[in-house]
């Protein structure tokens, strides 16, 4: 007999996996289905094995500077296939805990690509070409994203890297090119600039990271510059080329003209695009634009019975958020009723300095008429950061000016990935200006920035003179 499921999901990503687990704990009976492993992009090819090799950079940074702080070193080195080993235990340690959990809630694992053809039903195709269908109740689709491709020349030849392989590379290059100035470029320029690779990175917008506030990225800008990245804005690559000697050489069409760009290795790093692959919208009449899936706010599409969430559908493209919305898709999968907020999204990118927003950037909130106050507080002013030896970078904090509501903050520094979730929960919760402010924070820390922020949109820093 055919076992049937409650909820079946198809990918095992961040979206994908907490659903199956929420599902299971809400009384349903789970399959999950995955091609790979467990995990998806984010933990074996995005967030977790970048995060680690952003660790390595920092200590190699942390010890160039060694001297700065009286402890004299001598004889260091990059082995950076002991790198690349400490990332892959780290991914597998993850996966591994992963298995676990699917075995703890009782979520049986099919591998294999999951296709969706109609209601009620997902075929799973192994990798020998058999097919085992799996009846279901409700159908969570999680099936992620692809890496976005770029009509140019040349940059279909093997040798060209995307955030996949070049994760596997055996040793630092000494040069890179990176053609996309958003999250992904920026994090692997940082990683390679501080390794010692000569970067440049090529943005077609007029700036690098567009979802950050303005303010944090002109600021971001010279300390990259100071690192050795080349920056290149409202520029386009036209053609990659492969010397015959091996490298690259790329013509790039910039405000003043072309430009000729040679580098040991290219990277491209232009985006995601959501992943349909066994998704068979026109069988299912699923309601699909630009790409992806269409969700209302329940993350139901427009078919009975079939979600989806994570990057298929289109929408940020961050893990924290796949992983809110199979919360959400599952708990509506399981009888609940859910909506989905997006009101407190915080964006971490982990280039050095770090950078972090959540909320409204200054730009927004002018676009949206509102009438606000902003404030910002420099990490040279914070006793944490200097004895860090970390002092570059600010915390900006807008508030709307009649209530003191605090409505957006953008962190670039010293672990500003972390310092942005009390400023989350700040929005989240409605806070204001003062309520952050008299919020006793303890001292020598890297949180008192978020609160002296807080009080120049009051007055003034207490700390600024």
Not at 81 to 90: C, H, P
Not at 314 to 328: C, K, N, Q, R, T
Not at 339 to 352: A, E, M, Q
Not at 435 to 462: C, F, R, Y
Request: charged share 20%; proline share 4%.
């Amino acid at each position: 007999m055919t076992e049937k499921f409650d909820v079946t999901v198809v990918g095992g990503g961040p979206g994908g996996y907490v659903a199956a687990i929420k599902a299971a704990r809400l009384g349903g009976k789970v399959a999950l289905v995955e091609k790979d492993r467990l995990g998806g992009t984010c933990l074996n090819r995005g967030c977790i094995p970048t995060k680690a090799m952003v660790k390595s950079a920092a200590l190699w940074r942390e010890m160039q500077k060694a001297a700065d702080f009286g402890i004299e070193v001598t004889g260091m080195r990059v082995n950076f296939s002991k790198v690349l080993a400490r990332k892959a235990a780290i991914v597998d340690t993850l996966v591994a805990g992963i298995e676990t959990l699917m075995k703890r809630n009782k979520i049986t694992v099919f591998s294999g690509i999951g296709q969706v053809s109609q209601p009620g039903k997902v075929t799973v195709l192994g990798e020998d070409g058999s097919e085992q269908d799996i009846v279901t109740s409700k159908i969570i689709v999680a099936t992620g994203s692809t890496m976005a491709r770029i009509p140019v020349s040349g940059l279909d030849m093997p040798g060209i890297l995307t955030s996949d392989s070049i994760l596997d590379l055996k040793e630092v290059p000494e040069s890179l090119l990176i053609i996309g100035g958003g999250v992904i470029g920026v994090e692997f320029a940082s990683i390679f600039s501080t390794f010692g690779t000569q970067v440049t990175v090529v943005e077609m917008l007029p700036g690098i990271l567009p979802q950050v506030d303005e303010e944090i990225t002109r600021r971001l800008r010279p300390v990259f510059k100071k690192a050795g990245i080349n920056v290149l804005t409202g520029a386009k690559v036209k053609e990659v080329r492969e010397l015959p000697d091996g490298g690259y050489e790329a013509t790039v069409e910039t405000a003043r003209g072309e430009q000729s760009v040679t580098s040991s290795k290219v990277l491209l790093a232009a985006g995601r695009v959501p992943n349909m692959e066994g998704i068979d919208t026109g069988r299912l009449g699923l309601e699909v634009d630009k790409g992806a899936i269409v969700v209302d706010e329940r993350m139901q599409t427009n078919v009975a019975g079939i979600y989806a969430v994570g990057d298929v559908t289109g929408g940020s493209m961050l893990a924290h958020v796949a992983s809110f919305e199979g919360i959400v898709a599952a708990e509506n999968a399981m009888g609940k009723e859910t909506v989905v907020d997006y009101g407190t999204v915080p964006n971490c990118i982990f280039c050095y300095p770090e950078v972090a927003g959540v909320g409204l950037t200054e730009k927004e909130a002018r676009e949206r008429g509102l009438d606000i106050v902003k404030s910002s507080f420099p990490f040279t002013a914070n006793g944490k950061a200097l004895t860090l030896g970390e002092t570059t970078g600010t915390v900006k904090l807008i508030a709307e000016k009649a209530s003191g509501r605090i409505i957006g903050g953008h962190i670039m520094g010293p672990h500003a990935t972390d310092l942005i979730a009390e400023i989350a929960l700040a929005i989240k919760a409605g806070l204001t200006a003062k309520d952050v402010a008299e919020t006793i924070h303890a001292h020598p820390t890297l949180a008192e920035n978020v609160m002296e922020a807080a009080h120049g949109l009051l007055d003034k820093p207490l700390h600024l003179a």
